[in-house]
T-cell receptor
Framework: GDSVTQMEGPVTLSEEAFLTINCTYTATGYPSLFWYVQYPGEGLQLLLKATKADDKGSNKGFEATYRKETTSFHLEKGSVQVSDSAVYFCALRKSNFGNEKLTFGTGTRLTIIP | GAVVSQHPSRVICKSGTSVKIECRSLDFQATTMFWYRQFPKQSLMLMATSNEGSKATYEQGVEKDKFLINHASLTLSTLTVTSAHPEDSSFYIC???????????FGPGTRLTVT
């Protein structure tokens, strides 16, 4: 079945450091890929997405590129801030439609220290 | 963007009682809603897919008689945890996507504590 493998955390970085959170997937066909963020005490929010190979999703300084050849969708940010402290989830969906289920990775807890 | 609400946000109940959690799409119609369970410091585990006007589809290992799902309208799905036990304590999250839309929106979650 479909699965998402995510870099285990927790990850602790200093402010302005470079961030990479690795994510690889296993799925048949051409899934859509997502990064969701969960801030403390809140629900999940979509951070960025990519729907086909070589697409780059970006938002709030975060980027991830859909790499079909390596089945990866690594999350990167050039300079993190304290406000980026949250749990980040990589996810995939088999179709482009919102009424299809998502398969999540285990989540990576990120803490940014001043 | 679209909004999905959940009620209550927190609930504490005694072992053996039942508790109902509501999930509403506030500004769109959702033929399908999803119920997830999140354990502390772990990922979201899909429990079931709630289909308006028909029976829910449960994931393997989820007891359908314990976790009753009703999707009575295009804007409301309910999850009832029957005869709750302490091991049912968890964070329950719903999500929904507008019909024909690419997006899926998550509710803020409900923290259930069974004492």
């Amino acid at each position: 079945g479909d699965s998402v493998t995510q870099m285990e955390g927790p990850v602790t970085l200093s402010e302005e450091a470079f961030l990479t959170i690795n994510c690889t997937y296993t799925a048949t066909g051409y899934p859509s890929l997502f990064w969701y963020v969960q801030y403390p005490g809140e629900g999940l929010q979509l951070l960025l997405k990519a729907t086909k190979a070589d697409d780059k999703g970006s938002n709030k300084g975060f980027e991830a590129t859909y790499r079909k050849e390596t089945t990866s969708f690594h999350l990167e940010k050039g300079s993190v801030q304290v406000s980026d402290s949250a749990v980040y989830f990589c996810a995939l969906r088999k179709s482009n439609f919102g009424n299809e289920k998502l398969t999540f990775g285990t989540g990576t807890r990120l803490t940014i220290i001043p | 963007g679209a909004v999905v609400s959940q009620h209550p946000s927190r609930v504490i109940c005694k072992s053996g009682t039942s508790v109902k959690i509501e999930c509403r799409s506030l500004d769109f119609q959702a033929t399908t809603m999803f119920w997830y369970r999140q354990f502390p410091k772990q990922s979201l585990m899909l429990m079931a897919t709630s289909n308006e006007g028909s029976k829910a589809t449960y994931e393997q290992g989820v007891e359908k008689d314990k976790f009753l799902i009703n999707h009575a309208s295009l804007t409301l799905s309910t999850l009832t945890v029957t005869s709750a036990h302490p091991e049912d304590s968890s964070f329950y999250i719903c999500s929904a996507g507008p019909r024909g839309s690419y997006e899926q929106y998550f509710g803020p979650g409900t923290r259930l504590t069974v004492t």
